[in-house]
């Protein structure tokens, strides 16, 4: 990562963990009534759904739904990668960047 971080100049500090952060905002904005669903998708056991005695009843694991949501998640990506959503800031990456 820090060979990639120098070779594109990014001047955040910027890591592999972001993606999650970027995963989460993104869904949680276009979905915010499945917050529950979204924390199990990156493995988080919070929210309202999971805490106090609701968390020691509600052991779904929303599998159908975190399915849906990282179809949801991965057809966006393609999108952004194969040029189809301008609007996305990307840095494309070519084989032997790093």
Not at 3 to 22: M, N
Request: with cysteine; charged share 20%.
């Amino acid at each position: 990562m820090d060979r990639l971080r120098a070779r594109l100049k990014f001047e955040q500090h910027w890591k592999i963990h972001h993606l999650r952060k970027t995963f989460s905002t993104h869904l949680n904005e276009r979905h915010p009534d499945q917050t529950a669903v979204i924390e199990a998708c990156i493995n988080h056991v919070s929210g309202d759904a999971k805490q106090g005695v609701a968390g020691t009843y509600n052991l779904a694991s929303y599998w159908k739904q975190r399915v849906d949501l990282m179809n949801e998640w991965a057809d966006l990506v393609d999108a952004v990668a194969s040029g189809q959503l301008p609007e996305y800031n990307v840095v494309q990456l070519h084989a032997g960047v790093v």
